[in-house]
């Protein structure tokens, strides 16, 4: 079976000189490719080398978190682009809104809209972060008019009226680890009420580690044990999710 792990940052520290293990273990485990984001210039210079190391696996993504929204910038604004229009850059994320970081609302909302745009103007599908922002986000996306290019909701974790209401806007939903925690049963419920043809998988690695290993360090490979859960959660086999999700997420991305 072939996987696709929608979101993993093995270029954070926390992976520093060990992404050759990595790698290979998630190719033990069928996660055969990776959307690899980056978040600034050290992630970005990582991104870069294993993209040239590992083409065909690794694919990338850049973008202005929201907790970096300050940060925002003409200057850094060229740099996205500039960094956009390199070999493997398939999409632009993650931006969105994180209201439970301090960075204040309108400034967040601004250098989503802005970076909405670059993605319009690139032609890239984007990929969304949001926390306790579901309506603030979902007003954006709909009067941003995203269109064909569309974008992922990155470890979507609302409830079936918003994942309803994100399916309709074209999105495709990913679900990370956070779906087979304890107490995550609206995630649940989102997951058993979207379709199929819109559903992707991912870790964001190093974080939200999949039960039983919650609390340890996450990593790509571990996307083939949340796809199991759901697998079982939908009463089909881990082989027909890995098949329809590593298509839908080619799709979404763009990858021949
Ligand atoms: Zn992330």
């Not at 060990?18 to 990582?46: N, W």
């Amino acid at each position: 079976m072939k996987i696709f792990d929608s979101h993993t940052h093995i270029n954070a520290p926390q992976f520093e000189g060990e992404t050759a293990e990595v790698v290979q273990r998630a190719q033990a485990l069928d996660v055969t490719k990776m959307l690899v984001l980056a978040y600034d210039k050290p992630s970005m210079q990582k991104l870069t080398e294993l993209i040239k190391r590992y083409p065909g696996i690794v694919y990338g993504a850049i973008g202005c978190h929201p907790e970096d929204a300050a940060r925002y910038d003409e200057r850094l604004k060229m740099f996205l682009e500039q960094q956009l229009h390199g070999a493997g850059m398939v999409a632009l994320g993650e931006i969105g809104l994180d209201y439970y970081c301090s960075v204040p609302h309108d400034l967040q909302k601004d250098v989503f809209r802005e970076q909405i745009e670059l993605a319009q103007k690139l032609s890239l599908p984007i990929s969304v972060h949001n926390r306790d922002a579901f309506e603030d986000t979902y007003t954006i996306l709909q009067e941003m008019k995203l269109g064909k290019l569309g974008g992922i909701m990155h470890s979507f974790n609302g409830n079936a009226f918003w994942a309803n209401k994100f399916l309709k806007l074209g999105m495709f939903l990913s679900f990370s680890g956070v779906v087979t925690f304890k107490n995550a049963t609206d995630v649940r419920e989102a997951f058993m009420a979207a379709p199929l043809e819109r559903i992707l998988v991912e870790t964001d690695a190093p974080y939200l580690t999949p039960a039983p290993n919650r609390g340890k360090r996450n990593e790509p490979g571990y996307t083939r044990y949340t796809l199991e859960y759901l697998a079982q959660l939908r009463g089909i086999t881990a082989e027909q999710l890995a098949n329809i999700s590593y298509k839908n997420t080619k799709k979404i991305l763009r990858i021949k």
